[in-house]
């Protein structure tokens, strides 16, 4: 019922998620009530479980046909949706630049989906060989953040900077002592 909601923009959504926390600490703004996460987003357990109740589920969930299998279902279940949403919100599309911070499963997922959308160029950031090798294997260009300064790199790439930006890094990461103190 929220304005997100009206555009289809359910992880902001304005109403799921009740902490005051998230919105002081963070940066002043708070995203829906996520499952599986802390009391920052709502403090809803994790849906990693034989049965689960999904706030508002009539909305935001898929039937699953009950010819499809459990075992083939749960791959539509985390990094393949996670991964084709991002490039939706995005709006990665033909002849499109596109970088992506983080090369886990899920910005992994998020650059072939980034290519099957017709980008033109698909760059990954990270700072994990094996992540950087298996990129570049895919034929992705690839940034090593710890032997290069991203960002400048980034617009010796692509002088105007790319047309999308996808942060696939993760809300736990944290990169200095000081993000790791805030998040404890």
Known sequence: ???????EKFSECEITNPSVEME???MGQKTAGLLGFSHYSGGYPGCHAEYVRIPFADVNLLKIPLELSDEKAIFLSDVLPTAWQ???????SEGKTVAVWGLGPIGLMTM???KHRGASRVIGIDCVPYRLEVAKNRG???INFKEEEPVGTLLKMIPHGPDCVIDCVGFRYAKSWRHTL???
């Open 1 to 7: 019922t929220c304005d997100m909601c009206k555009e």
């Open 24 to 26: 002081k600490m963070l």
């Open 86 to 92: 991002a490039t939706e919100m995005a709006e990665v």
């Open 112 to 114: 072939e989906f980034a």
């Open 140 to 142: 992705f260009e690839v």
């Open 182 to 184: 805030e998040k404890a």
